[in-house]
Every structure is written in C-alpha cells, then in structure tokens.
C-alpha cells in the first residue's frame, strides 16, 4: 500500500506545471539516455552511439530537428509574462571545406516540435517561404548561420542572430568573443567545439548571447548580443525547446555535444572533460585501410607494396607542388594539384572554357563532391610577393554574393598559380554581344545582367568588411549562370583596402577602353576608376559594341558616339539594333545616359555604386547629361596611347590597341 501512494505522489508531482517546478536539466555525458529524457528526433537527426546529438550527417540538402521531449511552460497565467530562462549548449560544424557549408544550427523555443512545413537550405528548417516572418509562428531562435543569404539581410557568412518569428534577424554580429577588452573571431564551421550561453531575463525583458570556444571555461563577462526585448507577446504558455539545422550544396555534419536548460535561474554549466568526443577524421579511413589490408598479406602484399612506391614515386613527380609553411593556415582552400588535374581531365582541350591575357580557362567536376568548377591556370609572376597575392586571393574567396562569381581557392605548382571558380554554364556575357553571335540576349535579360553586375559592384565597394577594387570590370568578366543571372568574376587583379583608408595601387592594369583617365596618368585606382568601367560595360551591353572599334579607318570611341547621339536630341540611335522594337525606350535611354554619366573625366562627377543602384532601380532620379560627360575614354584613350608608345615606341592607336590587349586582357 505505502508503494503504491509513493508512486501515485511521484506522478502528481511529475503533473506540476514548470511554472511551479522551475524546469531544470542537463545532458552533460551524452543524449543516449543516460542524462535524463530521450530526446523527441526528426529529419535525420540522430544520437550516435557515443551519444553525441548528430543533427546532419555529412549529407546536402537535408535537415534535422531534436527536441526536448516534454512541453516547458514558458508564462505566468495570472500575468501572460514570460518566464526568465538560460541555456547553455555546445556544438561543433564539420564540413568538406572549412570556409564552405551549409547552412548553420539555430536553438529554438517553438510551439510544436520538429516544425511542420519547415524548408532545409537557408530557412534553416524554420520557416518557409509562406511563414517567413509572420508574427503567428510564435517562434524565437538563436541561428549559427555560416552562410550568407541576401534576401534575409544576413551581415556576413559567419554570424550569430536573434531570430523572432523569421530568418531576418532582429539582431547580429560576427561570430566572436571579447577576451578581456579585446574581439577574437570564431569561425563556426571549423570543426572545433564552441560552447553558447543564452540567457532571458523575463523581468528585464533583455535577452543575452555569448559565445567562446570549449577551451574557455568561464562565460567571457561581455556578450556577443544583447537586446532589449519582450518574449512575452512571441511566446505561448507552453513551448518546446530543442535544435534545427540544414544543409546546402556542401557535405556538412552539424553536432550539438552537450545541451544545459534552466527555466527561472542559471542553467548548469557543461564540464568539458565529461562531453562525449568527436569522431576522429582520420579514424574512418584508418579502420578502411586495416580492414582492406589484411586479406592482401604475404605474397599479393609484397608484390602491391613495391607496385604502389614505383607508382607513388611516379605520380609524386608529376603532381608535384609549391607548398610552404605559411600556406597550412588556409587550409581546405588550397587545392591539390592532384584533384585539379583530375577534375580537368588532365586539363585537355576538350575542356578549354577559353583564353586571356592571363591564362586559360579550363570546366572540371571536382571527383570528391561532384561540384561543377572552371579553373583558371595564370602566371606564378606577380606585383607583390606570393603570400601577400595569395592572402588577397584567399581574403576574396569569403566574398558572398549571387552576382559574383564564387572564388573556391587555389593552387601552386612549380610556375603557375591555379584558381579555382564555380563553374558558369553559360559563359561570359562578351559572347552574347559582339561579332554576330548565335544567340543574343534581349533587352530584359541585359538590364536584369546590368542591375546585377551594379549590385555585386556595390557589395565590394561598401558592403563587405573590407574595400574591394575589381580593376577589370568588362563584358567578357561577367558570366552568365543556369538562369542568365550576370555574375562578375576574374578577380586576377582585384585589390583590398580597409573602409575609411587610402588605396595605394599605383600600377596601371586593366583593359583598354576601360581605363579611367586618372588612373593612366597615376596608376591610382579607386572605386571611382570601377565606376570608370562600368560606365564603359553599360554602354557595350546597351549598344553592341565594345568600348574601342579599331576595324575601319579611324578608331572610335563609343562614348563619343553615344554622346553625339544624345547631342543631336536622338540618344535611342546608339542602341543595339538587334533589339528590334522589344525594348522599353525609358530604360534604355536611362542606362547609355548612366553610361555617360560614369564616363565623366573628373572622379568626384561620377556616381558611387549606391547611386548607381538607385538609378537603376528608379529610386532616384538620373541628373541630366551635361557636355562635360563624354570625353573620359577619349582622354583615357589618347593618354595611355602616348605613355605607351613613349616605352614601346611609335605607333598607331590601332597598333597600340591591339598590341595593349594581348597583354593586358584578361578575358575568355
């Protein structure tokens, strides 16, 4: 009898609502049940046998939800307030390349678990595109995102947001911790153990978010985030506490190693020395080798061994590369000379994209992930030393934007430097514009290319952490995706500054026609000698025709000629003829007049690249063309011409243009 009312009392206080119980738990030494509660899993998320709470597996495309089994009363019933609570979890992100994943983990306090209807990809198998934001999700998360989404406004492809009801985050910042005074960046797909403090204060209405690597023991003193906000309006009374994760286009493992959660106090701290161990990398193909090996012992085994270091030896000589020491800190962005060779085909014709100034352009299909690529095989010569050009190189490829082109990494091997993009099926827009080509684009398709190209301008000149200088802004470096999306790529010449500091190029590079008259006479180039350019590309993807026609009798310069149209009141003449009457006449007339207007010979006259947009998107409108505009290409033109047959010797503009052109056009 007295076991039976002891069990019936040990029920009734189960019953109790958290409100009055303070919900408290701890998954300290693993989530396979010895901690407490199963947890609630779905997708494929997983607890492995180690108990490490596996929410992706090396997968694309894929998500994983876990949850804590049992609801959480998150409010008081007398008041709807909601309660104060923390949290403390730690996690790991693994994936094939270390600058490269997809798509991030995020804790979440949810009304149901697993999140029905939810996407993967970059809605985080959160929201979908319906909910994305709509107050009745009732939703609240704190999302590790590790790659960058415009239409969500993410700040960058490694950061830490404040989620309320959508993936627009209510508040973020660079994933990091502040060690004593000073900021320490964390990368989260690095594949080490970082440990997350989150923290509501329900009377405060404040919510804090901090985060160190495993190896902190203490919570550093000053958070990541912190905002000011009330959950109460956001949160039911009863909701479910868990983890959700998704993955992209990259093989990703997503890892929650231990899990802390306190409603109403501090959650318990996580002991390091007890969280279950991550898999070693190497373990899975020490175990392949052994189990493969033993049944090739004795006679088959000799005979394997003495042909393997034959063919060892061989294959070393062949795929031998430059590797120094300073070269190990970038890690999955160097590529093997081996797998490029491979992916190329042996870099044969049949997979020659074209040929540049600066070298050929070979399509491959990376053996590993399957990924469709275009490598770019250049001099090993250059302006700087190699670590300081390989530092940009690596500092470009975390560039994140739909209208560039994605910069993987690199490659060096005896005397060239190899450069590894992601595959454009389309190719580069220069072929879809002069010489008579077989297809050509129609009016729609090359304002929704120009719109592009001026956002990615915009993104390097003001958008990411640091300044970014193209240097060749041209038809033939904007390719062309599945979708004919123009994305602006061949950064061979691109320089970094920081925001607020002085560039200090000083060699003249780029393509003739191209070349601001400023940066002739100086060799300086700003974001002013971009705008340069791309006055120059809008006028050759309006027209047809490129910057300098040197086939007849005198050379033209087509922003003289646009500009003698609009001189005589009938600017729509210089289009592109093969537009036919398939064009809208106020878009048009309102790119080769931009085209001017960033054309002009003085720097401090011509637009940023945020006024640009603004043009182009009709938010503000164009000033009126004056006749100062059109005389930059012809100054640039005749500048550079005289510099360069001063050094070279005499000659005609034609010659001089051709002659230009093989040297410095780095175009397919």
Known sequence: MFVKLYVLLVLLVSLVPAEAQDLNFIYNDGFNGRSGLNLSLDGIAEITPKGLLKLTNDTKQKSGHAFYPNPVTFKNSENDTAFSFSTIFAFAIRSEYTTLSGHGIAFVIAPTRGLPGALGNQYLSLFNVSNNGNFTNHVFAVELDTLQNPEFSDINENHVGIDINGLRSVKAAPAGYFDSQYFKNLSLSSGKEMRVWVEYDGTKKQIEVTMAPIAVATKPPTPLLSLKYDLSPILNKVMYVGFSSSTGSFLTSHYVVGWSFRMNGQAQDLIASKLPKLPSIAGKKRSMLFTFGVPLISVSLVL????????????????????????????????????????????????????????????????????????????????????????????????????????????????????????????????????????????????????????????????????????????????????????????????????????????????????????????????????????????????????????????????????????????????????????????VELVLKLGLLCSHSEPAARPSMRQVVQYLAGDVALPEVTSGLAVGHREAFDDYAMSYQSSFGKGSLQSTYIAESALLSGGR
């Open 304 to 587: 394997l061994v003495v042909s393997g270091v034959l063919y060892v030896m061989r294959r070393k000589r062949k795929f031998s590369e430059v590797l120094e020491d300073w070269e190990l800190d970038y890690g999955p962005q160097r590529f093997k000379y081996k797998e490029l060779y491979i992916a190329t085909k042996g870099f044969r014709e049949k997979e020659l994209l074209g040929t540049g100034g600066f070298g050929k352009v070979y399509r491959g299909l990376l053996p590993s992930s399957k990924i469709e690529i275009a490598v770019k095989r250049v001099s090993h010569e250059s302006r700087q030393g190699m670590k300081e050009f390989v530092a940009e190189i690596v500092s470009i490829g975390r560039l994140r934007h739909r209208n560039l082109v994605q910069l993987l990494g690199y490659c060096r091997r005896k005397g060239e430097l190899l450069l590894v993009y992601d595959y454009m099926p389309n190719g580069s827009l220069d072929k879809y514009l002069f010489d008579q080509p077989e297809l050509t684009l129609n009016w729609s398709q090359r304002f929704k290319v120009i719109k592009g190209v001026a956002s990615g301008l915009l993104y390097l000149h003001e958008e990411w952490e640091q300044v970014v200088i193209h240097r060749d802004v041209k038809a033939s470096n904007v390719l062309l995706d599945g979708e004919f999306n123009g994305r602006l790529g061949d950064f061979g010449l691109a320089r970094l500054y920081d925001h607020g500091t002085d560039p200090q190029t000083t060699h003249i590079v780029g393509t003739l026609g191209y070349l601001a008259p400023e940066h002739t006479r100086t060799g300086r180039a700003t974001t002013r000698t971009d705008v340069f350019a791309f006055g120059a590309f809008l006028l050759e993807v309006a027209c047809g025709k490129r910057p300098i026609n040197t086939q007849g009798p005198e050379d033209v310069i087509l922003v003289d000629w646009v500009f003698s149209c609009w001189n005589r009141s009938n600017i729509l003449e210089a289009r592109d003829q093969s537009f036919g009457t398939d064009f809208v006449a106020e878009e």
